[in-house]
């Protein structure tokens, strides 16, 4: 048990569903990531939230919609997804200083996602 | 924006060789560089970290060293273990952000033959 649990596991959805990953981290952080892994890209990052405001967006296509209601809760929302979108959907946090964090992320296991 | 290089793909040694991965980053002002470990069917972990103001850290059959005037970074592990094999990931963190916008390199499957 890392800390840092992700549902579901696995999706499989078709290219006119919406569904949305889900990320939970109990570790009392205050920033949250979500990072793509594919074969093509690995650990690519998607967003960042610290205390709870985005302050990265790495050009991700707008069919890819983040959510952070709190520092410990953060959504991805999916709709319209292609099938290049399949991959591996991992969530991150880490503790930011107000100058310099530790650097070390936790991650949780990944949702896997099949888009048909 | 920050680029991070990492070589080689893949790396197959003999166990109780030593195995070696580089990588090289872009950004100058970058000061924090980790390496993440992840095995098979799990998510990666953090091994070891160096920040900008050591040229090198150590940590039991782990190493890593950085040249800043060059801009690259080496992972060295000595004795391999079958437990080592894995995909280990270098990064960066972009000079603008704070530590944890880490950017990664592309990967190094490590295998390690009986």
């Known amino acids: 048990e890392t800390g840092v649990t992700q549902t579901p596991r696995h999706l499989v959805m078709g290219m006119t569903n919406k569904k949305s990953l889900k990320c939970e981290q109990h570790?009392?952080?205050?920033?949250m990531y979500w990072y793509k892994q594919s074969a093509k890209k690995p650990l690519e990052l998607m967003f960042v939230y610290n205390f709870k405001e985005q302050t990265e967006n790495n050009s991700v296509p707008s069919r890819f919609s983040p959510e952070c209601p709190n520092s410990s809760h953060l959504f991805l929302h999916l709709h319209t997804l292609q099938p290049e979108d399949s991959a591996l959907y991992l969530c991150?946090?880490?503790?930011?200083?107000?100058?310099?964090?530790?650097?070390?992320?936790?991650f949780g296991e990944g949702s896997r996602l099949t888009v048909l | 924006g920050e680029n991070v290089e990492q070589h080689p793909s893949t790396l197959s040694v003999q166990e109780g060789d030593s195995a070696v991965i580089k990588c090289t980053y872009s950004?100058?002002?970058?000061?924090?560089f980790p390496w993440y470990k992840q095995e098979l069917g799990k998510r990666p972990q953090l091994i070891i970290d160096i920040r900008s103001n050591v040229g090198e850290k150590k940590d039991q059959r782990i190493a890593v060293t950085l040249n800043k005037t060059a801009k690259h970074f080496s992972l060295h592990i000595t004795e391999t273990q079958p437990e080592d094999s894995a995909v280990y990931f270098c990064?960066?963190?972009?000079?603008?952000?704070?530590?944890?916008?880490?950017?990664f390199g592309s990967g190094t499957r490590l295998s390690i033959r009986p």
């Open positions: 570790l009392g952080h205050n920033a």
């Open positions: 991150a946090s880490s503790q930011e200083g107000l100058a310099e964090g530790t650097g070390e992320l936790f």
């Open positions: 950004d100058s002002a970058s000061n924090y």
């Open positions: 990064a960066a963190n972009p000079g603008y952000s704070s530590a944890s916008k880490i950017i």
